[in-house]
């Protein structure tokens, strides 16, 4: 077994490799409600002037925020590519975007109203350095939102199948060490974010769970999940190819008229900066 990549070299190797991929596939899927992941979560940390993102990839958070009358808009990431996609965004033309990392955030002390982080708070590492991060550029009383997945939410839905079929690989690409560990289990968890945010600095989370529904072809289905799941880098590609052929064929057995359902679960939790930290 060889020793796994540090996450973040890892993350950053993905990312630059699939750009704009991860809001390409969250973007089409809708709540019932009928709004993107993404806005929904925004109408949870509601308006606010000078927002920092935690990484933001290619901007499309930032775009909401730009388009809800954010004056100041911030965003940081492990990815140039990525950050490159957002740059190429009008809305963002005056966006201060960092290619970095959260454990370490360039700006000021008090400088934004909110810091949210979708999909990617509970990849980080040390997330105790980020929230103390956080808590730093923080006005007092300021706002903090993560939005982290919580996987399939239906059973019998394609995501479930293609769990199914994948998660051996998965295991097996782990125990050859090509995998590194995409955080701990606590940022997944209410306990868990409120026992890394209280020593920072912040009130207990107020939690909710969204879903998010798809109807794709199963082409398409797969796509998104190759773009998504950061372990299927790590599969070999002619494991990759049989896999491919299994969930196509499986896939096909779920769908009507074409089209396979999927869900996913996304737990958005928010709080405020009531201390000083630690
Ligand atoms: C799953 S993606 C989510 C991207 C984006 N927030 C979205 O929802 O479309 C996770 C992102 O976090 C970034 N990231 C992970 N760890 C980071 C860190 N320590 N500092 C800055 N960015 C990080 C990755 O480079 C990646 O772009």
């Not at 706002?143 to 998965?170: C, N, T, Y």
């Not at 090509?178 to 600095?201: H, M, N, Q």
Request: glycine content about 10%; hydrophobic content about 45%; some cysteine.
């Amino acid at each position: 077994m060889t020793s796994p990549p540090s996450t973040e070299q890892f993350l950053r190797t993905f990312h630059d490799h699939h750009p704009g991929k991860q809001s390409e596939s969250i973007r089409d899927v809708l709540t019932p409600g009928g709004r993107t992941a993404y806005e929904t979560f925004a109408d949870h940390v509601g308006s606010a002037e000078r927002v920092l993102d935690l990484g933001c990839a290619d901007g499309e958070l930032l775009s909401i925020f730009a388009a809800r009358g954010a004056h100041r808009l911030a965003g940081i990431d492990l990815s140039l590519n990525e950050l490159a996609f957002a740059r190429r965004r009008p809305e963002l033309a005056n966006a201060e975007l960092r290619l970095g990392r959260a454990q370490e955030l360039p700006w000021d002390a008090g400088a934004f109203d909110a810091v949210v982080s979708h999909m990617a708070f509970m990849v980080m590492s040390d997330p105790e350095a980020v929230a103390a991060e956080a808590a730093r550029v923080l006005a007092p009383g300021g706002r903090f939102a993560v939005a982290v997945g919580s996987g399939g939410a239906e059973a019998g839905d394609a995501i479930e199948l293609f769990r199914s079929l994948a998660v051996p690989l998965f295991r097996a690409a782990r125990a050859k060490g090509l995998l590194p560990k995409f955080g701990d289990r606590r940022p997944r968890t209410r306990e868990g974010l409120d026992e890394i945010l209280g020593p920072a600095g912040f009130a207990p989370m107020a939690w909710e769970r969204i879903t998010i529904r798809h109807r794709g072809t199963p082409a398409r289905v797969w796509q998104d999940n190759v773009a998504t799941f950061y372990e299927m880098s790590s599969v070999p590609a002619d494991e990759v190819a049989r896999l491919r052929e299994r969930f196509l064929a499986e896939a096909e057995k779920l769908a009507v008229d074409g089209v396979v359902p999927w869900a996913m679960g996304i737990d958005v939790a928010t709080t405020r900066l009531v201390g000083a930290g630690a």
